[in-house]
């Protein structure tokens, strides 16, 4: 009796998405079970990814691959969510996704971690948002999710700003999110969430807030908008001393990689300085490496500015909502 032969590589890699396929599907298209067990072994053509889901491949799988693997190990209805989703919102800054994956599944369903991925069961299973294929929790879940996991302030900063600046989500929604996760790993968000509401941009700015509690000036208004005597628009000042018409530029590399947006910083710095504002600049790295020559250089600026008439121009301070806008109410313990 001749022994009937399984499906031919094409065939299975046409079940297959990138290459990634579940072990049941390949059972059910003829491969018998022990071939796909022996294929994944050490040294086979094969790899599991996670339990029950094979890279048709060996070598490092890409991103792409390791999210559908994720997805199909989380059954129907999982949601990729955290750094990863907000990577796929577009969200520029922030964390890089070299760690877990974060999905998210009915709190029904047992499905373990892997050593890429970490599952949380949820009641609060958001809408999927499908962006080339893959269902993305919506922008605030994600961020919500990828913050709490956080320690860095600097990393949430990055994050939330750029999620914040670019009208992917607000403020108030970040903290909804909070509140409804309950409390558990979202103080640090929190604090970083009222330094975004303040007006605070980046994760320099952040460091130039801390800097600037140690010197002892007035606080200043953060990204103020300003305009000359006759009310022309001349720019967003990072930091801006009203009573003394001076501006702190936090000059970030990352802001200015462009020559274009180099050239309108200059211009920016230009149009300060020829209606009579003073401006200090100071790059990033220096805040955290020089703290104490940027304190008396700012210090020394301010004063200078005190000491010379106030020029004739005028700026507008973000207003923060209230708490009762933002998610002020107490957080709620609903997983």
């Known amino acids: 009796m001749r022994r009937k032969r399984g ?3 094409a065939t299975i890699h046409a079940a297959a998405r990138n290459g990634v396929i579940t072990a049941r599907a390949l059972v059910a298209l003829g491969v018998p079970e022990s071939t796909v067990y022996h294929r994944c072994r050490d040294g086979g053509p094969w790899q599991r990814l996670a339990p029950g889901v094979v890279l048709l491949s060996t070598g490092q799988p890409t991103p792409d691959q390791l999210v559908i693997a994720a997805l199909l190990h989380g059954g129907n209805d999982a949601v990729l969510t955290g750094v990863e989703a907000c990577r796929r919102h577009r969200i520029r800054r922030g ?9 998210l599944v009915p709190h029904t369903r047992q499905v373990r971690n892997t050593w890429y991925l970490r599952v949380d069961r949820t009641r609060r299973l958001p809408h999927p948002v499908p962006r080339d294929g893959i269902p993305l929790a919506p922008v605030p879940r994600a ?3 990828a913050i709490r996991l956080l320690r860095s302030e600097r990393e949430i900063a990055e994050l939330v700003s750029d999620a914040v600046q670019r009208d992917l989500c607000t403020v108030a929604q970040l903290v909804t999110e909070l509140d409804a996760g309950g409390q558990h790993g979202s103080a640090t968000p929190r604090r970083v969430l009222r330094d975004v509401r303040d007006g605070i941009r980046s994760a320099a700015e952040l460091d130039a807030k801390k800097l600037w509690r140690r010197s002892g000036l007035p ?4 990204n103020a908008t ?17 009573d003394v018409a001076l501006a702190w530029e936090i000059n970030s590399y990352q802001w200015h990689l462009a020559p274009e947006d180099y050239a309108r910083e200059q211009d920016k710095r230009a149009r300060f300085t020829a209606v009579g504002a003073a401006v200090l600049p100071t790059m990033p790295t220096r805040l955290r490496r020089q703290p104490r020559d940027v304190l008396a250089e700012l210090e020394a600026s301010y004063a200078a500015a005190a000491a010379r008439p106030r020029p004739a121009v005028r700026a507008e301070r973000i207003t923060p909502p209230p708490p009762s806008q ?7 313990s609903v997983q």
């Open 7 to 9: 499906p031919d590589r």
């Open 95 to 103: 964390p890089s996704t070299g760690g877990s994956l974060q999905l």
């Open 143 to 145: 961020v919500a999710d």
């Open 219 to 222: 606080e200043p208004w953060w």
């Open 226 to 242: 300003v305009f000359d005597a006759a009310g022309r628009f001349l720019g967003i000042a990072d930091a801006w001393w009203d």
């Open 326 to 332: 933002w998610g002020g109410s107490a957080p709620r």
